[in-house]
């Protein structure tokens, strides 16, 4: 796993974007139900494909990790 920083301008342009677009639960909730239909369809529509499996899996993996950071919903208090 990279652990990648963001230039300044990136963090202003997300800043802005969730202060001025969309909340950022309300983002993270989106995320959640496409990442969920999109994976429930591709593995429906390629069940026996393999490398496209563990291609999905990542892509989910990495999606939720973007869910939680706008709204930590896994973690447990």
Partial sequence: ???????????????????????????????????????????RQHETIQNEKINLENNFYWLNELAEILSPYLDVE
């Fill in 1 to 43: 796993m990279s652990t990648n920083t963001l230039s300044k301008e990136a963090e202003t342009r997300l800043m802005n974007f969730f202060k001025n677009t969309i909340d950022p639960q309300e983002m993270a909730k989106s995320i959640r139900q496409v990442n969920y239909v999109l994976a429930l369809g591709s593995l």
